[in-house]
């Protein structure tokens, strides 16, 4: 029978926010003796990593706290909590009643006169660029690691062929697997 990774085990309970009577009965669960179990417990009151990993648990565990509060704040408020909108505000504004707040809001407005807006679409993009060699991760859909396997799903291609893609000419399927 193959022995518990003490460590591994111990990590866990003090990442959990575990006091030492939890991590002794991890411990003993997992099938360590109760004698090694208390060692192992007491050992931890000298090791610097078992100490950050304490102070990282208590963090995260006022955090969590922090968070709830302020959820049950927002759904105890008349209305229950609404994300506000402002448009076209100013810079000031924004900053005091929301940035400095650490509110959310949605802003509007701004941008109404960037000509992007109205220029930028995947016609414009096809004219001046279509012809230009990108780089694209493709086959992404099919590899619940392909952040790990990046570079497997990486090809060149036509910024064109990439706009066709997103247009749907040739149906996302069939394009990735011609890819590939």
Same mark, same amino acid.
């Given at each position: 029978?193959?022995?518990?990774?003490?460590?591994?085990?111990?990590?866990?309970?003090? /990442? /959990?926010?575990? %006091?030492?009577?939890?991590?002794?009965?991890?411990?003993?669960?997992?099938?360590?003796?109760?004698?090694?179990?208390?060692?192992?417990?007491?050992?931890?009151?000298?090791?610097?990593?078992? +100490?950050?990993?304490?102070?990282?648990?208590?963090?995260?565990?006022?955090?969590?706290? +922090?968070?709830?509060?302020?959820?049950?704040?927002?759904?105890?408020?008349?209305?229950?909590?609404?994300?506000?909108?402002?448009?076209?505000?100013?810079?000031? $504004?924004?900053?005091?009643?929301?940035?400095?707040?650490?509110?959310?809001?949605?802003?509007?407005?701004?941008?109404?006169?960037?000509? /992007?807006?109205?220029?930028?679409? +995947? %016609?414009?993009?096809? /004219?001046?660029?279509?012809?230009?060699?990108?780089?694209?991760?493709?086959?992404?859909?099919?590899?619940?690691?392909?952040? +790990?396997?990046?570079?497997?799903?990486?090809?060149?291609?036509?910024?064109?062929?990439?706009? $066709?893609?997103?247009?749907?000419?040739?149906?996302?399927?069939?394009?990735?697997?011609?890819?590939?």
């Amino acid at each position: 029978m193959p022995h518990p990774d003490k460590r591994l085990i111990l990590a866990d309970g003090l /990442a /959990a926010g575990d %006091d030492d009577a939890a991590l002794h009965a991890r411990l003993i669960a997992a099938g360590v003796s109760a004698a090694s179990a208390k060692y192992e417990v007491e050992r931890l009151a000298k090791d610097p990593m078992a +100490l950050a990993l304490r102070r990282q648990a208590s963090r995260s565990a006022k955090q969590q706290w +922090l968070f709830a509060n302020q959820a049950r704040l927002a759904r105890e408020s008349e209305g229950g909590f609404v994300l506000d909108t402002a448009d076209r505000i100013a810079t000031r $504004d924004f900053y005091r009643g929301y940035y400095d707040a650490n509110r959310p809001v949605k802003l509007t407005g701004l941008v109404d006169h960037w000509p /992007a807006l109205s220029r930028w679409s +995947l %016609d414009h993009f096809a /004219a001046v660029a279509g012809g230009a060699a990108v780089e694209a991760q493709v086959g992404r859909d099919g590899d619940p690691d392909y952040e +790990l396997a990046k570079d497997a799903h990486r090809r060149m291609l036509r910024f064109g062929e990439l706009i $066709d893609w997103l247009r749907g000419a040739r149906g996302k399927q069939r394009y990735l697997s011609h890819r590939l």
